[in-house]
């Protein structure tokens, strides 16, 4: 069986395995898999095909050798269709596969491909979805806690380098989200990486003022913050947020759309506390 006779999820787990695959084949086999769109909840079952498999280790290991930036970047892509969460009623799937990718170094490979090729957008695009899907949500999640300052490096740099790119900076603020939420200590003070937190979420805002996913996503990274800290409140004020919070929460009042308006409103209430 080759790639061209695979007709099936259980046929492309066949070749994953198989150890003769030159680089050319597995490529072939990545961009059929990404064909498949894991992400639709009608392709559950495929995704569950590759449990109790070398599937994850195997991709992890490729990730981690390989220097070719595309190569790189459609694994990125994979690991994220992978850990996308399909069904927020059902955990088992998408714990399984963050548990064993996070468990192979899946992390810290993506980071280490994202920080040598800082200029590859989707790369980083895809880097980022990956690396906020694996640190979100209980169990045993990628941990931020102890790399966090290399984590914002990262995660910085592409939101500056690409900030028209509202799909990375979502996934950006995602991974902000998560360093926040993961913090175990010093949960009153804010820390110097918040500062950079706050300055990186409210230029990404300003860009994209009427993006409502990504607004909503940055506003509960700043209410979070202020809610942890007093010294948040006036960082904001220091970094023009009042103004940017203000936009947000008249232009989703005037659409109608009361959930984002009020977070604005609740965050705006705090920082003038």
């Known amino acids: 069986m080759d790639i061209n006779s695979a007709s099936s999820a259980n046929d492309l787990v066949l070749l994953l395995v198989m150890k003769l695959l030159d680089e050319s084949s597995f490529s072939s086999i990545i961009d059929a ?47 994220a269709s992978f850990t996308y969460e399909v069904d927020m009623n059902d955990q088992d799937e998408e714990d399984y596969f963050v548990r064993h990718f996070v468990a192979y170094g899946a992390g810290e490979a993506i980071i280490n491909s994202m920080k040598k090729s800082a200029d590859h957008e989707r790369l980083q695009e895809l880097g980022l979805s990956a690396l906020a899907n694996l640190s979100g949500g209980g169990g045993q999640v990628l941990k931020f806690n102890e790399v966090e300052g290399i984590v914002l490096e990262v995660v910085q740099r592409a939101m500056s380098t690409f900030p028209l790119n509202v799909d990375l900076q979502c996934d950006a603020v995602g991974c902000l989200y998560h360093i926040i939420s993961q913090r175990e200590n010093n949960r009153n003070t804010l820390m110097p990486i918040d500062k950079i937190i706050i300055k990186s979420t409210l230029d990404a805002m300003d860009t994209h ?28 004020r220091l970094k023009g947020g009042a103004v940017i919070l203000a936009k947000v929460e008249c232009h989703f009042r005037i659409q109608s759309n009361n959930g984002i308006a009020d977070i604005a409103t609740t965050i705006l209430k705090e920082i003038y506390q």
């Open 209 to 236: 003022l009427t993006c409502k996913y990504f607004i909503e996503y940055a506003c509960f990274v700043l209410k979070k913050l202020v809610l942890m800290s007093k010294e948040a409140n006036i960082c904001i």
């Open 33 to 79: 898999l990404l064909k498949l769109d894991l992400c639709d909840p009608d392709n559950i079952n495929a995704r569950n095909t590759f449990k109790d498999t070398n599937f994850c280790k195997n991709l992890v290991y490729v990730l981690g050798k390989t220097s070719d930036t595309e190569m790189q970047s459609k694994i990125c892509g994979l690991i």
